[in-house]
T-cell receptor, first 115, second 112 residues
């Protein structure tokens, strides 16, 4: 079955702009989590959605937001981009928000560069 | 709070060498433990997992044993290949699979 699909793979934006990233989870998976990966900070949790509801949120400013649709696809939005937002944004899906021993299945990520 | 500590990288080995990447954790209760691998330009892939003390996770020649007494989950492989070059992340979650915490990652380079 198809894996986790993230679009676009690469994105270049200018400071002050906004951006929307998309994630389609594995068919049947209802939970989607987002992570930011940078060389300095490693993997940092952004938020998690299940059944169109945000279940958990990391320590990021309000410029970072997300949503989940009824088909479990998720989008995250970053407004007023800053240079420090340049990162690999990873989406991870799981069957349920209680992943149990199964862990996550990650997508290949969206590489965002802010110039 | 929960945390994961990994050995500093990068680790550079010759092909067929023995690999150990150390991972220790701090957690309340009985976490589940994971190793993920990230190949260049890709997302993270689950390599192996263990859910209770003394469990051994294994996959693709890699192994790790859940040691509660030493709060460790060290990754080992008897003979590495060039294709094993990647970044390896140790991670834990609570019993319900919530509150994932990832280590900083260890970059492995295997030379032919």
């Amino acid at each position: 079955k198809a894996g986790v699909t993230q679009t676009p793979r690469y994105l270049i934006k200018t400071r002050g702009q906004q951006v929307t990233l998309s994630c389609s989870p594995i068919s049947g998976h209802r939970s989607v989590s987002w992570y930011q990966q940078t060389p300095g900070q490693g993997l940092q949790f952004l938020f998690e959605y299940f059944s169109e509801t945000q279940r958990n949120k990391g320590n990021f400013p309000g410029r970072f937001s997300g949503r989940q649709f009824s088909n479990s696809r998720s989008e995250m939005n970053v407004s007023t981009l800053e240079l420090g937002d340049s990162a690999l944004y990873l989406c991870a899906s799981s069957l349920d928000y209680l992943t149990g021993p199964y862990g996550y299945t990650f997508g290949s990520g969206t590489r965002l560069t802010v110039v | 709070g929960n945390s994961v500590t990994q050995m500093e990288g990068p680790v550079t080995l010759s092909e067929e060498a023995f690999l150990t990447i150390n991972c220790t954790y701090t957690a309340t209760g009985y976490p589940s433990l994971f190793w993920y691998v990230q190949y260049p330009g890709e997302g993270l892939q689950l390599l192996l997992k263990a859910t209770k003390a003394d469990d051994k996770g294994s996959n693709k020649g890699f192994e790790a044993t859940y040691r509660k007494e030493t709060t460790s989950f060290h990754l080992e492989k008897g003979s590495v290949q060039v294709s094993d070059s990647a970044v390896y992340f140790c991670a834990l979650s609570d019993r319900r699979g919530q509150n994932f915490v990832f280590g900083p990652g260890t970059r492995l380079s295997v030379l032919p």
